[in-house]
């Protein structure tokens, strides 16, 4: 049996218990990052330093002051001297967690892989709507039968661990400074250089 003895006659205890163990799972991966990242010191010097580079850098953009035409230009190379620095300080942070995303990762896959053996075939909630083409197949992944609206484990895990674990880390101050905001490892292209 997939859930507790004592959940076992409730409606929802399938659906509850992969919630929960979400919950469990992003609170676990937090604990990771925060060992191996946020209490450090290079990460906390990384982090003042794009909050510095990017109010450096609002303040410069919105300081218009429409004198000579050098003025112009030297306003513009700094400009562009702090967007670098801005861009190589989130590029370092984005290496840095790196390191302990690939443990997080790990205990996802572990404990995706309990809940796939706990939850195989087996209809965990019910979707309010009929999802469409390849929402389709990831809701109703691994489960018999052709009502649309069964929803399996690996969508509601899939969508509880989006929401939980970025909503946890706005609440314990983990996200991303927001100069870094966009950076990662795979960061827009500059329209100047194009």
């Known amino acids: 049996m997939a859930t507790p003895q004592f959940l076992s006659s409730f409606k929802y205890a399938d659906s509850l218990t992969v919630v929960a163990i979400s919950v469990c799972t992003a609170i676990v991966c937090e604990a990771i ?4 990242i946020y209490r450090t010191n290079s990460y906390k ?3 003042s330093s794009i909050d510095k580079a990017a109010k450096k850098l609002e303040t410069m953009k919105t300081d218009q002051n429409p004198n000579k035409l050098s003025t112009k230009k ?5 400009i562009d001297r702090v967007e670098s620095s801005l861009k190589e300080s989130s590029r370092d942070l ?3 967690k790196f ?3 690939a443990v997080v990762a790990l205990v996802l896959i572990v404990v995706f892989g309990f809940l796939n053996s706990l939850f195989e075939g087996k209809v965990v909630a019910k979707l309010p709507f009929k999802p469409i083409g390849i929402l389709m197949k990831m ?3 691994g489960l018999q039968g052709d009502d649309s609206t069964d929803c399996s484990m690996v969508f509601l895990y899939f969508l509880c661990s989006i929401s939980i674990r970025t909503n946890l880390q706005k609440f314990l101050g983990f996200s991303p400074p927001r100069g870094a905001a966009g950076a990662g490892l795979f960061p ?5 250089t194009s």
């Open 33 to 36: 990052s925060w060992l191996l």
């Open 45 to 47: 010097s990384l982090k």
């Open 74 to 78: 030297s306003k513009t190379k700094k």
């Open 94 to 96: 984005s290496l840095f």
């Open 99 to 101: 390191k302990s995303g």
């Open 139 to 141: 809701s109703h992944r």
């Open 188 to 192: 827009m292209p500059d329209p100047k």
